[in-house]
Nanobody, 119 residues
Framework: VQLQAFGGGLVQAGGSLRLSCAAS????????MGWFRQAPGKEREFVAA????????YYADSVKGRFTIARDNDKNTVYLQMISLKPEDTAVYYC?????????????WGKGTLVTVSS
């Protein structure tokens, strides 16, 4: 599966952004999907995950209550709605897919989209 994330940009602290990740192929619903991010000089970290049917979601403590992950299997797309953004949310955001589970070692990764939060 090929993934393409988009929707990043520059936003002021307290603002909102919605990232989207479009997947190719007809088996999107068979993949667990996740969002990850990597800030300058830091390692890639987990942000959010969603199960194949969208029934279960998981979040890093740092974004819980501010970010929402969702998916539309008919549109082969996963979303990350981000509100109350903080400067520390600045990072390149990546979407990823795996047929088994969301971990740091996903089978498929998209190119990232940069989110910059100014103070």
């Amino acid at each position: 599966v090929q993934l393409q994330a988009f929707g990043g940009g520059l936003v002021q602290a307290g603002g909102s952004l919605r990232l989207s990740c479009a997947a190719s192929g007809r088996t999107f619903s068979k993949y667990e999907m996740g969002w990850f991010r990597q800030a300058p000089g830091k390692e890639r970290e987990f942000v959010a995950a969603i199960s194949r049917n969208g029934g279960s979601t998981y979040y890093a403590d740092s974004v819980k209550g501010r970010f929402t992950i969702a998916r539309d299997n008919d549109k082969n797309t996963v979303y990350l709605q981000m509100i109350s953004l903080k400067p520390e949310d600045t990072a390149v955001y990546y979407c990823a897919a795996d047929p088994k589970a969301v971990t740091l070692h996903m089978d498929y990764w998209g190119k990232g989209t940069l989110v910059t939060v100014s103070s």
